[in-house]
């Protein structure tokens, strides 16, 4: 071959490889789709939904990485579903506040922002989603009322797979604020949740027949569980987390209901409960449905004034009066409480109420040093039908 050959052939080669990396650097390039260019208004009024909508379609359609923003601004918005499977990798960046309406008409629907069905998602921005759950809550009455309609959740997650939720503050929901369903891989950190210590239902976070999700950095202070872990929650790690006021950091309640999936493999670690009415709990009802509940470790807890600091409750009745005719049939075992300090509001410190058909197996208390708030109290612990050990410093006294 001769020379001109050989440059020739070295040159196409040349060419190739350039046509493919700009190719794929075309590909990989985010494209920007701005809802106001689909007729969004930020001026808190105007219903937005369709404009949202719009948006998505076209960046869930995009070959490539699509950015749909949401700008500075107040957008008011009704319920709207953004549903994939998408092309690509997509991102819902919310710069503005998103603004909930608070017309009763639009209750029905289960969630206020429902993200479904896609993989590789990511919700960021720094952005707002206020709720609007004052106007709401007095309709709160399920506790009361069978024939209530739940309330929305504020923004959900069902059938996402790896997907990252950050920088993204949740005020005045009218039910949950976050809920996981059927998710895989999800990272939450740097999120900031607030409502009412009285406000009904307002979970923080709300996890069930899910895998692999991370809670991170993030603050809660809400009128109910902070974090909640459903039946089918499995491998969830939660850490640095501020929790309070609510009702702490709760796996359950669970056996409500017949066939739950098991909840195996829970850390909740180097947290923070602030004057919660409890601090980390497992809560089931003492119920004929069977399912398991297993490795459970949580550690390095700081605990502030709070009503119940460490709870396992086998007979959960948060409405009486109710059938405590049967033991509940969720078997609990392997738990490790280690290293959690702070003060209790309360005399009981650490309450592990276990099934009688079913005792608690293999519960671990690894240096618990609690105080009481009344200087005038003593500090005790309560244990029933649960089988274990404990090491180290034991404040109040084991009951193991």
Known sequence: MDMGSIIYSVGRVFLLFFLLVWETEGRDQAKYFDVRKYGAVDDGKTDNSQAFLDAWKEACQWKGTARVLVPRGT????????????????????????????????FSAHSWINFRYIDQLTVTGGGTLDGQGASAWHLNNCKTNPQCQALPISMSFDFITNARIEYIRSYDSKNAHFKIFGCHNMDFRKIKISAPADSPNTDGIKIGSSYRIRIARSTIATGDDCVAMLHGSRKIHISKVVCGPGHGISIGSLGGNDKEDDVVGVIVKNCTFMGTDNGVRIKTWASPYTSKASNFTFQDIFLDDVLNPITIDQEYCPNPPCNQQTSSNVQIRDVTYKNIWGSSSSEVA????????????????????MSYSNPRGRLRSFCNYAKGSSYGSQSPPSCL
């Open 75 to 106: 957008f008011k918005l009704y319920p709207v579903i953004f549903s994939g499977p998408c092309n690509g990798p997509i991102a819902f960046l919310i710069k503005g506040t998103l603004r909930a309406t608070t017309n009763p008409s639009t």
């Open 350 to 369: 650490v309450s592990l109420r276990c099934s009688k058909t079913w005792p608690c197996k293999n519960v671990l208390l690894d240096s618990i040093k």
